[in-house]
């Protein structure tokens, strides 16, 4: 990638001597010691974006850029990661340039490549203390080690070479910390997920990229719908857009783009986690970790003019969907959709309200407002779903718009009859599943409301529909007064059923949503069970009453599908089958309850994970976090202290490292408790106290506390310590001179 660089006007006049900045021989340990360690936030991440990224180069410069790299990610079977390219072979001189001297790059004068920086082939140094390189050419393998030496400085060495069939290429090979697996595992779904041309893995391990569908794309972009799990308000994020410069994908934060133009809103609205932007190589500036952007006057200039194209583009798609909607209903039709903050098009409705007409109407909303018209003349009622509980009422309630979307069905009373009108509808909602509206129009009650509203809705004539009897829609009786009719809910007939758990979780659904009917033979068939009652889990002797609740509600079985997520099995298709008919699988062979399946699950998974350790890990984690916030392991100031201080002995660096080894190694189902919960929920005991914690935080913590005494001070006065201006940089300075002092009082 071509470097920006700027042009200096500099006045000598007057000078009489002048010495070059450079580097002393006895700096070299440090200055590599800090381009090692120092450099990268995230280890796991530099490793594999720095040599994947350099691979992807190889086949750009050999013109295979279509061939995909292959990596092969540790497994306990193998504990190596493997980054392997089929591009220029390279000879010994040439390895030694490259991997030898820091801030070497071949790659500076052309944007066809990532590479710039001369620092990331040596980047595996951040994660160990040596790593293997082999170059395949002209038949032959050459391999060399890169080590740490004690000079600190390093040393690569060929350690011969060998014939071979192998393609022409290079392979980079790092040994792996067992614990490590995983990390590396989760660390290659994000760095290889904007990749043009994915790496093939080898390994064993199936990654799982975000690969959501594309609902708008455009030369160099594409808005994606919503991440699975999105719901609404509460995950309605801004600031998070993607942009991508070779194949890494960078968040932008449009605040830090410090823009202040007219369409603010709508570029703001824009750069979210929807958008992904492909940028060309040199049209941003990031930062010397290659791990986030550096917002420069030319990366805003960059995102801003990007980000006013897509909304140009976007526009065009926009109204190509508007221009299909031959009525302004279909229209707010199609807002409604977009509306919606699940919909993934949620960002849109300001472009939509200030650039789209139709009909010569305004499309800002997904409804026709009934307000505008006087009551007298237009009466608008909707027909009601049923409310929870073991029965229902539906009834014709007043209502102040009409909601337009694909259920929608507008009823015209045109004999403004009072009586009679519940049976003609009922039809309509429950064997069409329709969203009905009876409306009563009076006067010029119509001719009002199109002109006021552009109203041209298509209408059924209620004297036009049929008028069955209230008792041949099946569980419909007697009259309840007042137009309202009790009903029993259909499942209420069926004895087995089926459980549906993409509903699992929603909290204000009725019971019997979450079951489908279902028929099985218990006889021949297998599976899992669960007894329910009341469209509940059936629950005998249970322990505590809190406890029962819980197993007892599906509502709360959302725990279940969050562990097995984490804990990477699969949910089984659970038929549920009513009290009344558990003498109909209880005791079959080829049938097991649903708790028991849970617990041999489970059981199985702990069993073949060292998860003692990972607890005990865990807890250490949790309990060694200090109530006063000076220090916390995993927080953007925390980082931030780390790379400021100067000394890799301090206690507070190491106390850093300790907890960052046992955070990486945490399944993510030991991570979040989500293990903790499922084992308590289903009756599994998790033994916690049988494995001590790789490291002891607390009395790191202690030996932290001793060396620094002054931050004791912070405690009670500073308990935000990270909103104050410049705090981190101060705490950092503090530490330093400490750990100064006290090397020259031990060289003493």
Same mark, same amino acid.
């Given at each position: 990638m071509k470097a920006q660089t700027t042009t200096k006007q500099v006045t000598t006049n007057g000078i009489q001597n002048s010495v070059s900045f450079g580097i002393k021989e006895g700096g070299f340990a440090h200055i590599f010691n800090v381009l090692r360690n120092q450099l990268y936030s995230n280890k796991y991440q530099a490793v594999l974006r720095e040599y994947a990224t350099n691979?992807?180069?190889?086949?750009?410069?050999?013109?295979?850029?279509?061939?995909?790299?292959?990596?092969?990610?540790?497994?306990?079977?193998?504990? %190596?990661?493997?980054?392997?390219?089929?591009?220029?072979?390279?000879?010994d001189k040439e390895i030694q340039d490259i991997y030898a001297y820091y801030g070497e790059s071949t790659k500076r004068n052309t944007n066809k490549q990532t590479g710039m920086l001369g620092i990331g082939s040596k980047s595996a140094f951040a994660y160990g203390d040596n790593f293997v390189i082999n170059s395949y050419y002209g038949g032959k393998?050459?391999?060399?080690?890169?080590?740490?030496?004690?000079?600190?400085?390093?040393?690569?060495?060929?350690? !011969?070479?060998?014939?071979?069939d192998e393609e022409n290429g290079i392979e980079i090979?790092?040994?792996?910390?067992? /614990?490590?697996?995983?990390?590396?595992?989760?660390?290659?779904?994000?760095?290889?997920?904007?990749?043009?041309?994915?790496?093939?893995?080898?390994?064993?391990?199936?990654?799982?990229?975000?690969?959501?569908?594309?609902?708008?794309?455009?030369k160099d972009w594409k808005w994606r719908k919503n991440k699975e799990g999105y719901n609404g308000y509460y995950n309605h994020h801004k600031g998070d857009g993607i942009a991508v410069m070779g194949n890494i994908g960078y968040p932008m934060d449009f605040d830090s783009l410090n823009y202040d133009g007219e369409d603010y809103a709508e570029l703001q609205?824009?750069?979210?986690?929807?958008?992904?932007?492909?940028?060309?190589?040199?049209?941003?500036?990031?930062?010397?970790?290659?791990?986030?952007?550096?917002?420069?006057?030319?990366?805003?200039?960059?995102?801003?003019?990007?980000?006013?194209?897509?909304?140009?583009?976007?526009?065009?798609?926009?109204?190509?969907?508007?221009?299909?909607?031959?009525?302004?209903?279909?229209?707010?039709?199609?807002? !409604?959709?977009?509306? /919606?903050?699940a919909s993934g098009l949620y960002e849109f409705r300001e472009l939509i309200s200030k650039n789209i007409k139709v009909k010569g109407h305004n499309v800002k909303t997904d409804n026709f407002y009934l307000g505008k018209v006087e009551l007298e003349e237009v009466e608008a009622k909707k027909l009601k779903k049923p409310s929870s509980g073991r029965g229902f009422r539906l009834r014709l309630e007043p209502v102040g718009s009409i909601?337009?979307?694909?259920?929608?069905?507008?009823?015209? /009373?045109?004999?403004?009859?009072?009586?009679?009108?519940?049976?003609?509808?009922?039809?309509?909602?429950?064997?069409?599943?329709?969203?009905?509206?009876?409306?009563? &129009?009076?006067?010029?009650? *119509?001719?009002? *409301?199109?002109?006021?509203?552009?109203?041209?809705?298509? $209408?059924?004539?209620?004297?036009?529909?049929?008028?069955?009897?209230?008792? %041949?829609?099946?569980?419909? !009786?007697?009259?309840?007064?007042?137009?309202?009719?009790?009903?029993?809910?259909?499942?209420?007939?069926?004895?087995?059923?089926?459980l549906d758990w993409e509903t699992i979780g929603n909290w204000h659904d009725k019971a019997s949503d979450r079951w489908e009917k279902h028929s099985v033979d218990f006889d021949k068939d297998s599976g899992v069970y669960l007894l329910i009652d009341r469209f509940q889990p059936h629950?005998?002797?249970?322990?505590?009453?809190?406890?029962?609740?819980?197993?007892?509600?599906?509502?709360?079985?959302?725990?279940?599908?969050?562990?097995?997520?984490?804990?990477? &099995?699969?949910?089984?298709?659970?038929?549920?089958?009513?009290?009344?008919?558990? /003498?109909?699988?209880?005791?079959?062979?080829?049938?097991?309850?649903?708790?028991?399946w849970l617990k041999q699950k489970v059981t199985q998974w702990i069993e073949s994970s060292n998860i003692e350790q990972h607890i005990a890990n865990r807890i250490e984690l949790s309990d060694s976090q200090p109530n006063d916030h000076i220090?916390? &392991?995993?927080?953007?100031?925390?980082?931030?202290?780390?790379?400021?201080?100067?000394?890799?002995?301090?206690?507070?660096?190491? $106390?850093?490292?300790?907890?960052?080894?046992?955070?990486?190694?945490?399944?993510?189902?030991?991570?979040?408790?989500?293990?903790?919960?499922?084992?308590?929920?289903? !009756?599994?005991?998790?033994?916690? %106290?049988?494995?001590?914690?790789?490291?002891?935080?607390?009395?790191?913590?202690? %030996?932290?506390?001793?060396?620094?005494? $002054?931050?004791?001070?912070?405690?009670?006065?500073?308990?935000?310590?990270?909103?104050?201006?410049?705090?981190?940089?101060?705490?950092?300075?503090?530490?330093?001179?400490?750990?100064v002092c006290n090397a020259n009082n031990s060289s003493k």
């Open positions: 691979a992807v180069d190889a086949h750009v410069e050999a013109d295979i850029e279509d061939r995909p790299i292959e990596v092969t990610l540790p497994n306990p079977m193998s504990l %190596e990661l493997k980054i392997r390219d089929f591009g220029p072979a390279l000879t393998k050459h391999v060399y080690n890169a080590y740490i030496d004690p000079s600190q400085v390093g040393q690569i060495a060929k350690l !011969g070479e060998e014939n071979t090979v790092i040994p792996v910390k067992e /614990n490590d697996c995983d990390t590396f595992k989760d660390t290659a779904e994000e760095i290889f997920q904007h990749f043009k041309v994915r790496p093939i893995i080898h390994g064993g391990h199936q990654l799982d990229f975000d690969d959501r569908d594309t609902l708008f794309e455009g609205s824009l750069c979210s986690s929807n958008l992904i932007l492909q940028i060309n190589i040199g049209d941003l500036e990031i930062s010397a970790s290659r791990e986030k952007l550096q917002y420069t006057d030319h990366t805003i200039n960059s995102i801003i003019k990007k980000l006013k194209s897509v909304k140009k583009d976007l526009l065009n798609e926009i109204k190509k969907q508007f221009a299909d909607c031959d009525s302004l209903f279909s229209a707010k039709c199609l807002y !409604g959709e977009i509306d /919606n903050m909601v337009c979307n694909a259920k929608t069905v507008i009823v015209d /009373n045109d004999k403004l009859e009072s009586r009679g009108i519940l049976n003609r509808v009922l039809a309509l909602h429950m064997e069409q599943d329709k969203e009905v509206y009876v409306v009563n &129009f009076r006067k010029n009650g *119509l001719s009002k *409301l199109k002109k006021e509203t552009g109203f041209d809705a298509p $209408m059924l004539k209620l004297s036009e529909l049929p008028k069955p009897k209230l008792n %041949e829609f099946e569980g419909y !009786g007697s009259s309840q007064g007042s137009g309202e009719y009790a009903a029993k809910d259909p499942k209420s007939y069926s004895k087995v059923f089926k629950v005998e002797g249970c322990g505590s009453v809190s406890t029962y609740n819980r197993i007892s509600d599906l509502r709360s079985w959302r725990l279940v599908k969050n562990a097995a997520k984490l804990m990477g &099995f699969d949910l089984p298709e659970i038929v549920g089958v009513k009290l009344a008919a558990r /003498n109909k699988v209880e005791g079959k062979e080829n049938w097991v309850d649903a708790h028991t220090f916390r &392991f995993n927080s953007d100031e925390s980082e931030q202290l780390v790379e400021l201080l100067v000394d890799d002995n301090s206690p507070v660096k190491k $106390m850093y490292q300790a907890a960052n080894e046992m955070s990486h190694a945490l399944p993510k189902a030991a991570k979040d408790g989500a293990l903790d919960e499922l084992c308590e929920f289903i !009756g599994v005991n998790l033994s916690k %106290e049988t494995s001590e914690p790789t490291h002891n935080l607390n009395k790191m913590l202690d %030996e932290v506390y001793e060396r620094y005494e $002054m931050l004791t001070l912070l405690e009670s006065v500073n308990r935000t310590w990270n909103r104050k201006e410049n705090q981190v940089e101060k705490i950092a300075n503090y530490i330093n001179v400490i750990d």
